[in-house]
């Protein structure tokens, strides 16, 4: 809320988004594809949950996606002070705007929405309420979301509190409720967990997917994230799915100066692709962030960067530096032991209209 998101400057830790402008050109290219998907509807909504400073929708509007006529790009940030600094990136309008205008050809019929107006952009903080046609993209969003935490024993399930102690936050065991032990089943999906392994168990996650599923009338929802399944969390140990980030580095334990550090969990695949079924989502795409921009093209774009390079690289000139920059973005969101790991989930939601 204080506004220090991510980023370089002032933020804990990167995102794909602050690589440079090649992923918001990439996400563009997705968006035209499930635009056409959806028969170019006119207005298409996109929702970018979790949109700091607007940087990807601000990579997205320079990219020039042939749905840009026909766009209405929706920030959702909760910091009124990264929701300020949006201001600083794009020409931000008010939500009726945006969601509309509309125009009445008859005094007794229902207003029909102005087609060809876009790219109109708003800014809220939080998911807009109509439903739309559209896509909703959540890029490291449902990692910072609330979840618990629990350990199997040998008769149950236990959660793993926060308490105070003598000297500072500690941790404490108690039973878990039925309720809590039944969401651990949907992370678990039916996987084997030996006792002693701990689980998250998305709280947040769940009521924002239901949100999600209430936004949309038809269209798509992607989530772009660290995720693991059952077996692998509990293979890895708490110390490898609950991370902190302070100033770009790995940080202290979590219960360590509260408040001061980034914190960020694996969602974990089973009960994502559950919550988001129960939201009325079926999943139509599950990939690495590698491959997936690798469908879209990165390849090509980064050769013909390296071409561009190769060519200019003896005049040092801006566009040689910009050709070698979109090299190293395209090797850094396609890195297998970074930013290309990540998790693409792509959710359909089929309704009428």
Known sequence: MRGGGAGRAGGDF??????????GALVARALDRWWDTLDRPDPFVVVDAG?????????????????APA?????????????????ELLPVEPVEVALGPGVRTDRDEPAVAVTGVGPIVT?????PAPPVRGVVIANELLDNLPFRVVERS?????????????????????????????????????TAVPAGARLPVPSGTTAWLQRAGDVLRRGYLVVVDY????????ARGQEGWLRTYR??????????APGSQ????????????????RAGFALVEHTTQADWLRALGVDELAETAASAWRARASVGDLEAVAARSRVHEANALTDPAGLGAHHVFVFEKVGPG
């Open 154 to 190: 040998a008769s149950g399930w236990i959660e793993v509190r926060v308490g105070a102690g003598d000297d500072g936050l500690v941790e404490m065991l108690v039973p878990a409720s039925d309720e809590l032990a039944a969401a651990a089943d949907r992370v678990t999906a039916g």
């Open 247 to 256: 100033g770009h580095e790995r940080g202290a334990p979590p219960l360590v």
């Open 71 to 87: 766009l209405r790009y929706v920030m959702v940030e909760r910091s009124p002070v990264l929701r300020a600094a949006q201001r």
């Open 123 to 127: 800014s809220l903080p939080d998911l």
């Open 51 to 67: 949109a700091g400073r607007g940087r990807l929708a601000a990579d997205v509007l320079r990219a020039a996606p042939t749905a």
């Open 14 to 23: 990167v995102t794909s988004v602050e690589v440079g402008t090649l992923f």
């Open 227 to 234: 995720a693991a399944d059952a077996a692998a969390l509990a």
């Open 262 to 277: 980034d914190i960020t969990c694996d969602v974990p695949v089973e009960h994502l692709v559950d919550g988001a079924g």
